[in-house]
């Protein structure tokens, strides 16, 4: 973790802002690669929105986690496969899924990280930057404490914070996130003079919706509770005067804008129940058959609202690299519009490692456009550039991106073939790959 430089030994550090699924990512990717690295997370516990999603490996994103795995970013895909409720389920609109607990999945993820010898601070909510030029030096926290590096990761999402759900939502919703306990989201990138972009709904609203809430599965009928733990999925069909095609569009999942998520309500069982459903009032939940009793976990005002996304996504290179900042990095939906689990360690994987790179003035890699991931960072990078991307949402599992993927080529389930695809383009295990001696 030590180069030399100019004659003297100069400790390559690697800062990382939010603890989230690219948080994680970018940090161990940044550890492996020999950086001596700091994960700073504003609430206590790991993965954020991580804590209320599970849906894993589903359509194209089957594809992207064996590429991932190839190319050495495989520990978090791994622990999401150990710790999964259901595997090879298929949902409306979704083959092959695999479904984590989202009541176990933090605390192996973590011991990982600290195992690795990441030093993760809780409670550390970065408020300012201090600038040199186009280079950050350091990082403020709320407490006044100055944390230096060498390069930084951004990985703070784009929820929140609670004004912006009041703003452009229904109100905080005192979702996952937390933000009334533990302080909202800070943009760096905004810190730093670069101007974030703003996503909108299909209905031309500035945000979106998250796209699902939690129930207590024990508070369901049987026969759903039957289907949940069996088969992992249950649809219940709506009665007609409760279905509302409308509401799909205020969803940040577009992937889940089908006609069977406005007829049906559709629950996966991630430990809980998840509700493919952005918010539903509770007085007409309770309505429904099996819903009698239901009680909301998360958002705890899931009957009114939940958290506005797509409010704060920072302009970049493809090498993840802010513009207009030489050592700051971005991934995660701080990336661009981007949806989901996958995507979010996909992107912090390669951040973390170009910025173990970039600290010691060492070329960055990108990722070539011959395999899913490269041209997933790519291609919504250039559609940003274009009129109406502010509607776009990327994913592996469906939208344009997924539709791209079948176009190409790309989307398989076979490993052999993704394995061969990584190998041809001479990235086998490049996160694996010690550059700091």
């Known amino acids: 973790m030590f180069i030399l430089l100019r004659g003297e030994y100069k400790l390559a550090k690697v800062v990382v802002i939010g603890g989230g699924w690219a948080g994680c990512a970018a940090a161990i990717s940044a550890k492996k ?37 190839v190319l050495g970013a495989s520990e978090l895909f791994e622990l999401t496969d150990k710790y999964s409720t259901h595997k090879d389920m298929d949902f409306p609109g979704h083959k092959h899924s695999t479904i984590y607990n989202v009541t176990e999945i933090e605390k192996p993820v973590r011991e990982k990280i600290l195992n690795m010898g990441i030093d993760v601070r809780f409670f550390a909510r970065v408020v300012d930057v201090k600038l040199n030029g186009k280079k950050i030096e350091s990082v403020i926290l709320e407490d006044g404490e100055i944390i230096s590096g060498d390069s930084f990761v951004e990985t703070t999402g784009s929820s929140g914070p609670m004004g912006n759900c009041t703003k452009y939502g229904n109100g ?39 796209g699902s809430m939690k129930l207590l599965k024990e508070s369901l009928g049987e026969d759903i509770q039957k289907d949940l733990n069996e088969k992992g999925c249950a649809v219940v069909p709506l009665p007609e005067e409760l279905i509302n095609t409308e509401k799909l569009d205020i969803k940040v999942c577009q992937q889940y804008s089908l006609p069977e998520f406005a007829k049906n309500l559709v629950l996966i069982d991630t430990g ?11 007085e007409k939940l309770r309505k429904i058959p099996g819903f009698e009793g239901a009680i909301i976990v998360d958002p705890y005002s899931g009957g009114k609202g939940n958290s506005i996304r797509y409010l704060s996504v920072a302009p970049r290179d493809n090498y993840m690299r802010v513009t207009g900042v030489d050592n700051l990095f971005v991934g ?12 979010a360690i996909c992107t912090g994987s390669l951040a973390g490692h170009n910025a173990a790179r970039n600290s010691i003035g060492m070329y960055l890699l990108q990722l070539p456009t011959s395999i899913a991931i490269g ?26 991106y997924f539709n791209r993927m079948k176009e190409l080529g790309f989307y398989t389930t076979d490993k052999k073939v993704i394995e061969d695809r990584v190998k041809k383009a001479g990235l086998e295990g490049i996160f694996n790959k010690k550059i700091i001696k």
């Not at 609430?43 to 064996?66: F, K, V």
């Not at 996952?176 to 760096?188: E, K, Q, Y």
């Open 33 to 69: 690669a020999g950086a001596d690295v700091v994960l700073l997370e504003r609430t206590d516990l790991l993965l954020g929105l991580g804590n209320i999603g599970g849906i894993m490996r589903n359509n194209g994103r089957y594809t992207a986690t064996e590429e991932a795995i």
């Open 172 to 210: 905080c919703a005192m979702c996952v996130l937390r933000c009334p306990s533990f302080g909202g989201r800070v943009s760096i990138t905004a810190k730093c003079g670069v101007e974030d972009m703003v996503g909108r709904r299909n209905t031309g609203e500035l945000g979106a919706f998250s």
């Open 332 to 343: 995660g939906e701080k990336s661009g519009f981007f949806v989901g689990h996958t995507e």
């Open 375 to 400: 041209d997933f960072i790519a291609c919504a990078n250039k559609e940003l550039g274009k009129e109406g991307a502010d509607r776009l949402k990327f994913t592996f599992a469906g939208s344009v």
């Open 272 to 282: 809980h129940a998840k509700l493919m459903a952005p918010f539903y009032p509770l």
